[in-house]
């Protein structure tokens, strides 16, 4: 089955752009999607088809993909961007990355 | 604004069948073609998809999870239900539904319910 690897954690410093990868075998040639999750709460589609924002997803948040990885970047980051962050992906199934604790420093 | 809404039993004894239920406000669960899906959370852990339906009652199931899962749809009611059996402690999770998007080659979710602690407990 399809795997996808994401960093455990990434540290970003307020204000300064984060980058979270999302690694998997000629991911380039799948559709990648992203969600937030902060704690105690339901995920948020936050990134849909690797680069588009549902509405009221602030232009902060951008996607890309290419070759094995896709990545998403949340410039000007927050302290409310500090959350969990998974992508996903459908192999016939769906199938979810092991997400990525983001701390806003 | 679409709303989804789990609910359902909190507590399950082992080998016995779990039963949830998600009510769908603020839309139709016939109109737009979207699938209608299952994912759950284990305690401090990553999302598993479980499985979806559409309103005409096709469904699709994680092979992993296919032998023991359900999906039915109640379009009468708006709303879409699952059933698990045979459970044990490793189906303790918070289960979630969601309204899936696609195109011809992918699917994503959203709008996601609140989401329902399910613990597997005798």
């Known amino acids: 089955s399809y795997e996808l690897t994401q960093p455990l954690s990434v540290s970003v410093a307020l204000g300064q752009t984060a980058r979270i990868t999302c690694g998997g075998n000629?991911?380039?040639?799948?559709?990648v999607h992203w969600y937030q999750q902060k704690p105690g709460q339901a995920p948020v589609l936050v990134i849909y088809r690797d680069s588009n924002r549902p509405s009221g997803i602030p232009e902060r948040f951008s996607g890309s993909n290419s070759g094995n990885t896709a990545t998403l970047t949340i410039s000007r980051a927050q302290a409310g961007d500090e959350a969990d962050y998974y992508c996903?992906?459908?192999?016939?199934?769906?199938?979810f990355g092991g997400g990525t604790k983001l701390t806003v420093l | 604004q679409l709303q989804l809404q789990e609910s359902g039993s909190g507590l399950v004894k082992p080998s016995q069948t779990l039963s949830l239920t998600c009510a769908v406000s603020g839309g139709s669960i016939s109109s737009g073609g979207y699938s209608w899906s299952w994912i759950r959370q284990p305690p401090g852990k990553g999302l598993e998809w479980i499985g979806y339906?559409?309103?005409?009652?096709?469904?699709y199931y994680n092979p992993s999870l296919k032998s023991r899962v359900t999906i039915s749809v109640d379009r009468s009611k708006n709303q879409f239900s699952l059933k698990l059996s045979s459970v044990t402690a490793a189906d303790t999770a918070v289960y979630y539904c969601?309204?899936?998007?696609?195109?011809?080659?992918?699917?994503?979710?959203?709008?996601w319910g609140q989401g329902t602690l399910v613990t597997v407990s005798s």
């Open positions: 969601a309204r899936g998007d696609r195109t011809v080659t992918t699917y994503w979710f959203d709008p």
């Open positions: 996903q992906v459908w192999d016939s199934q769906g199938v």
């Open positions: 339906i559409y309103h005409s009652g096709s469904t």
């Open positions: 000629n991911i380039g040639s799948k559709n």
